[in-house]
């Protein structure tokens, strides 16, 4: 079979010349397959896709998708995420969604979830859940991310918040699964005690296994997370590695208290939902953002990256995951400085490319949009 995957080789280089010149497009696959995709519906140019089964409410603002990915999805491992692909109005957008299921779920049956919390007044997560039934399909990515357990030998210590459980939930079913044997605890927090997703399971889950200690923590009775809390249901933390996945509010303050309890930070892995919070009182001076395709001019409103400061006017760039991991929303910046939050770092003032969902105007900037 002819190579036109690796993009170093003349033959890649000879396909896409053709199929430019042919089709006015990169991939002549890409060019047919709306064309292709109303007939045979998991059919995919460059993606995969995958069949609704089942959409599950599991609380008044989560639901899951349970999804039936075609066969030649090559699986995943407890801890990583999917991009999830779907038609709205015309326009395709993508968003990422954390693996709740066990790979067992999908090695056994083919299916997969996705545990999804409809962000207030967001466009896509509330849509979601009206929008796709049991005779929809979407596309999907690969699973991405390195949120996994890094070493299997070393007892594990879980932090989550609300929605953040998603990850760990894909863990613990894998644990009850195949029986593993490594120590873990869990401190999963939530306002309410009745807030907790998926009580039951994990109190079930930790009933049937010695080695791990769940702990669900109402907030509002017993406040937030705090070193006495983890010296109480976890005495020896410094033996751990430690994870942690929740609102950016918690994961920044559990992270500062973590390393005020002298925990190496070479021990302790972050999974964020959204880009980190930018601390506005650090950057050198507000921001003005010119929109130079559009002719439209912005103030930077308090905490605003560029993706959102666009959509705020009107204007609609083409975007994904909303984390800096997809560059789908890449964007070239003419002129000014921008605040990058994924690298923690200033661009040059003059042209690149930026990330328009991690970049934070410092300063005048514009921008080709």
């Given at each position: 079979m002819l190579n036109t995957q690796n993009k170093n080789t003349w033959l890649y280089k000879a396909y896409t010349e053709f199929s430019m010149a042919l089709v006015n497009n990169a991939n002549i696959k890409s060019?047919?397959?709306p064309l292709i995709q109303p007939l045979f519906p998991l059919w995919s140019a460059n993606d995969y896709r995958a069949q609704v089964e089942q959409v599950r409410s599991e609380s008044k603002n989560c639901y899951t998708l349970v999804l039936k990915p075609t066969k030649k999805w090559p699986g995943f491992q407890p801890g990583q995420y999917v991009e999830l692909q779907v038609i709205k109005n015309g326009a395709k957008v993508s968003r990422c969604f954390s693996i709740s299921s066990a790979p067992e779920l999908y090695t056994q049956f083919g299916r997969i979830e996705l545990t999804i919390r409809a962000q207030n007044k967001g466009r896509i997560t509330p849509?979601?859940?009206?929008?796709?039934?049991?005779?929809?399909?979407?596309?999907?990515s690969a699973?991405?991310?390195?949120?996994?357990?890094?070493?299997?030998?070393?007892?594990?210590l879980m932090i989550a918040g609300g929605s953040g459980i998603t990850p760990?939930?894909?863990?613990?079913?894998?644990?009850?699964?195949?029986?593993?044997?490594?120590?873990?605890?869990?401190?999963?927090?939530?306002?309410?005690?009745n807030e907790h997703l998926f009580k039951q399971e994990l109190n079930r889950i930790s009933d049937g296994n010695k080695n791990l200690n769940t702990h669900l923590i109402s907030t509002a009775e017993m406040g937030h997370f705090s070193l006495k809390q983890m010296k109480q249901q976890c005495p020896d933390y410094l033996d751990y590695d430690i994870y942690i996945c929740g609102p950016n509010s918690m994961i920044v303050e559990v992270n500062k208290l973590l390393l005020k309890a002298k925990v190496n930070e070479?021990?302790?892995?972050?999974?964020?939902?959204?880009?980190?919070?930018?601390?506005?009182?650090?950057?050198?001076k507000a921001g003005t953002v010119n929109f130079s395709q559009s002719r439209k001019s912005a103030k930077l409103g308090s905490n605003t990256n560029l993706?959102?400061?666009?959509?705020?006017?009107?204007?609609?760039?083409?975007?994904?995951c909303r984390m800096g991991i997809c560059h789908k929303?890449?964007?070239?910046?003419?002129?000014?400085?921008?605040?990058?939050?994924?690298?923690d770092s200033y661009s040059d003032t003059g042209q690149e490319d930026?990330?328009?969902?991690?970049?934070?105007?410092?300063?005048?900037?514009t921008i080709e949009l």
């Open positions: 060019y047919v397959e849509w979601l859940q009206q929008a796709l039934n049991e005779s929809s399909t979407v596309g999907l699973a991405q991310g390195d949120f996994i357990i890094k070493d299997r030998s070393r007892p594990i760990f939930r894909s863990y613990l079913h894998s644990q009850a699964h195949t029986a593993l044997t490594q120590k873990a605890s869990l401190l999963y927090y939530t306002r309410y005690q070479n021990n302790i892995y972050i999974e964020r939902f959204g880009p980190a919070p930018v601390d506005f009182s650090k950057l050198k993706l959102d400061l666009a959509e705020n006017n009107g204007l609609q760039p083409e975007s994904g929303c890449s964007c070239r910046k003419k002129s000014g400085v921008v605040y990058n939050t994924l690298t930026i990330q328009l969902c991690v970049s934070v105007p410092v300063g005048e900037v």
